[in-house]
Nanobody
Framework: EVQLVESGGGMVQPGGSLRLSCAASGFTFSSYDMSWVRQVPGKGPEWVST????????YYADSVKGRFTISRDNAKITLYLQMNTLKPEDTALYYC???????????????WGQGTQVTVSS
């Protein structure tokens, strides 16, 4: 079955950096776009970033553009999110997700990981 396992979360001070990893299995990783989505309690999921299957195209939410970098290593079957200049508002549970697949212009994610917590606080 499809499995996505995030790691690398933790607590960091504002301005700090963190690198998240997502180990994938159960599907042909190199054939799929991959994304990071985050969520805070009481709010809906917020899309963060997407990378295409080959790793040649990336997309970012305005809130993280210029600070976060999504990447992937298809040989290692792993997705990454390098987060720099972290802000308190980046605090959230970060999920690795396969996709998106657009249905009627709406991005949808078929599979999600368990999430890894990122807390940015002084």
């Amino acid at each position: 079955e499809v499995q996505l396992v995030e790691s690398g979360g933790g607590m960091v001070q504002p301005g700090g950096s963190l690198r998240l990893s997502c180990a994938a299995s159960g599907f042909t990783f190199s054939s799929y776009d991959m994304s990071w989505v985050r969520q805070v309690p009481g709010k809906g999921p917020e899309w963060v970033s997407t990378i295409n299957s080959s790793g040649t195209k990336t997309y970012y939410a305005d809130s993280v553009k210029g600070r976060f970098t999504i990447s992937r290593d298809n040989a290692k079957i792993t997705l990454y999110l390098q987060m720099n200049t972290l802000k308190p508002e980046d605090t959230a549970l970060y999920y690795c997700a396969r996709g998106p697949r657009f249905i009627a212009t709406i991005p949808q994610f078929a599979y999600w990981g368990q999430g890894t917590q990122v807390t940015v606080s002084s």
